[in-house]
């Protein structure tokens, strides 16, 4: 019995090293955070979705500020389609004050988000899926109770000027989701702010 | 005659002043690959980084101790910025304070998804990251900031093993 103890403690370090991190195609686990409002959320609390955009971003980053309104727009535009937004800061607030739970508080108050604003206290979430930087989206199709990933990556590929983006990633897969249809370009790359980690 | 003085000493402090600035050149994804896979034997240390990304500036001096050990020998820095372009003045700036040397460059390129897999297939886009090149190829990549001593001994290693 002491064996398999040890044994499974041996598995369960080993697989901490193993690099984690969703590839499309792949389950993703449901979460149980805190939102401003000071609620518990979790995908399964969404009866009647059809998926999600969970999106990681935070307050401080300039890519993040800059894709705010997008994301906003976003949730406007999908939530009634059933891919509500769902965002998550991943950040350890001792590193970056600006991205405390209170700030988030003022943001989403100031902003109006009318999506939940998570915190991620433990970083396990985004450890789980793999976030690398904010803003950074994963796109889900809900099958049951399960949660599939179809779409990894940016929102579209202009940061610095929303009106010049000519390929709209997150929409686009969204669409092809609705429509029956595989996710046309179902990975992009971004570049953005590391997540802080805490140490 | 007031007029022309003053006229001729704007125009002295505007010839210091450009000569004192730090030139940051704005390129695309080709001409920057121009610029570090050369057929020569330097190392070519290409940093990614932004002046709005705090890891990347706290990595900064580690660099620039490196750069200043190895000045005799070859291995040449470049400092992209990923700043946009409309920033391109800010990184002037920041260059000039920081006295980034001996290359400082800003990637013009708006898509990302564009670009960063012709860098490294396996970066996720995240800065800092470093690339190293010599003889046209690249012998190391990290996503992630550097130590003084770990690229200190990066950079001694490269050197030793040509």
């Known amino acids: 019995m002491k064996k398999i103890a040890i044994l499974s403690a041996a598995i369960l370090l080993m697989a901490s090293f193993v690099k984690t991190g969703y590839n499309v195609g792949d389950k993703a686990i449901d979460f149980k955070l805190k939102n401003v409002d000071g609620k518990m959320v979790s995908m399964a609390d969404y009866k009647n979705a059809k998926g999600f955009i969970v999106t990681f971003t935070c307050n401080h980053c300039p890519f993040a500020k800059a894709y705010e309104d997008r994301i906003i727009a976003l949730n406007a535009k999908y939530a009634s389609l059933g891919y509500p937004v769902i965002a998550i800061n991943p950040n350890d607030p001792k590193q970056v004050d600006e991205d405390s739970y209170t700030n988030m508080q003022k943001r989403a108050k100031d902003k109006n988000y009318t999506f939940p604003y998570l915190i991620d206290e433990t970083q396990d ?49 969204v669409n092809d989701l609705l429509a029956g249809k595989s996710v046309r370009l179902p990975a992009t790359k971004a570049i953005g702010c590391s997540i802080k980690w805490k140490s | 005659m007031k007029i022309i003085r003053n006229t001729g000493l704007l125009f002295f402090i505007c010839m210091q002043t450009s000569f004192l600035w730090h030139r940051v050149n704005a390129v695309n994804i080709s001409d920057l690959q121009k610029e570090i896979i050369k057929n020569n034997d330097t190392l070519y240390v290409v940093n990614f980084w932004a002046t709005w990304c705090a ?34 003045a800010k990184v002037e700036k920041f260059a000039e304070d920081n006295s980034l040397k001996p290359e ?6 708006n898509n990302p998804n564009s670009w960063i897999n012709k860098i490294d297939s396996g970066w996720s886009g995240t800065i800092p990251a470093t690339g190293i090149y010599r003889n046209g190829k690249k012998i190391y990549f990290q996503e992630g900031d550097f130590t003084e001593d770990k690229l200190n001994n990066l950079i001694q290693a490269k050197l030793n093993k040509p």
């Open chain 1, 125 to 173: 979430i985004a450890r789980s899926f793999g976030a690398a930087h904010t803003p950074h989206v994963y796109v889900l199709q809900k099958f049951g109770s399960e949660y599939l990933v179809k779409y990894i990556g940016a929102i579209d590929d202009n940061s610095n000027d929303p009106s010049a983006a000519k390929e709209k990633y997150v929409e686009d897969a």
């Open chain 2, 55 to 88: 890891p990347c500036v706290k990595e900064l001096p580690s660099f620039k101790a490196v750069y200043t050990r190895y000045a005799s020998n070859k291995v040449k820095m470049i400092y992209v910025s990923l700043n946009s372009m409309q920033e391109l």
């Open chain 2, 104 to 109: 400082v460059l800003l990637l013009n390129e």
